[in-house]
């Protein structure tokens, strides 16, 4: 089937107007993760969901931001307020349960530029 | 805490030569490791993964990594580099007792393979 899809691709936005990004990830991954790559940087972790547990907020970077799982498919990120150190790729990636040596499988990701 | 260090932003060979991209990891318990490979503008896409048996792991496009646990290190190879293997490389870890728990990700190495 198809790999992980994001929308949009790509999002221009004004300073302090909200934005929505969304995930599909691969049917049957019960685990979906979402990830923030700034300009030359690494993966910094946000949000993470398994199965019906609570999600792992740890990574989220204020209050502004905020993610929702419907069931074991679609999940949307939510940015309140946005300003512009927001500008980054927001990668989402999904995966099969297991014992931990399953591979996640990456979206081509959105581009959020904050203006 | 998990970690992975990539020491070398940059990594410059000739196309034809032999490339090596270094990661070290620590972990508390034992880890679990992969390799993923970042095009322009793409997500990440997975390379290969360590998670027991053979030290020596084959993945995709002819890579391998080699799991050295006395010097807690994964660095990927590959015997004869390509102009098309320019792209940024990704070690992640994730330690096995931490289920499916988000990978830890590398700040990345580039690799600029020249004809």
């Known amino acids: 089937g198809a790999g992980v899809s994001q929308s949009p691709s790509n999002k221009v936005t004004e300073k302090g107007k909200d934005v929505e990004l969304r995930c599909d990830p691969i049917?049957?991954?019960?685990?979906l993760y979402w990830y923030r790559q700034r300009l030359g940087q690494g993966l910094e972790f946000l949000i993470y969901?398994?199965?019906?547990?609570?999600?792992?907020k740890s990574g989220l970077p204020s209050d502004r931001f905020s993610a929702e799982r419907t069931g074991e498919s679609v999940s949307t990120l939510t940015i309140q307020r946005t300003q512009q150190e927001d500008s980054a790729v927001y990668l989402c990636?999904?995966?099969?349960?297991?014992?931990?040596?399953?591979?996640?499988?990456f979206g081509p990701g959105t581009r959020l530029t904050v203006l | 805490a998990q970690s992975v260090a990539q020491p070398e932003d940059q990594v410059n060979v000739a196309e034809g030569n032999p490339l090596t991209v270094k990661c070290t990891y620590s972990?508390?318990?034992?880890?679990?490791l992969f390799w993923y490979v970042q095009y322009p503008n793409r997500g990440l896409q997975f390379l290969l993964k360590?998670?027991?048996?053979?030290?020596l792991v084959k993945g995709s496009y002819g890579f391998e990594a080699e799991f050295n646990k006395s010097q807690t290190s994964f660095h990927l190879k590959k015997p004869s580099a390509l102009v098309s293997d320019s792209a940024l490389y990704f070690c992640?870890?994730?330690?096995?007792?931490?289920?499916?728990?988000?990978?830890?990700f590398g700040k990345g190495t580039r690799l600029s393979v020249i004809a």
């Open positions: 992640a870890v994730r330690d096995m007792l931490q289920g499916n728990t988000p990978l830890v």
């Open positions: 049917s049957g991954h019960t685990a």
């Open positions: 360590y998670i027991t048996g053979d030290n």
């Open positions: 969901f398994q199965g019906n547990s609570a999600p792992d």
């Open positions: 972990v508390s318990g034992n880890p679990y």
């Open positions: 990636a999904s995966s099969l349960m297991g014992q931990g040596g399953n591979e996640q499988f």
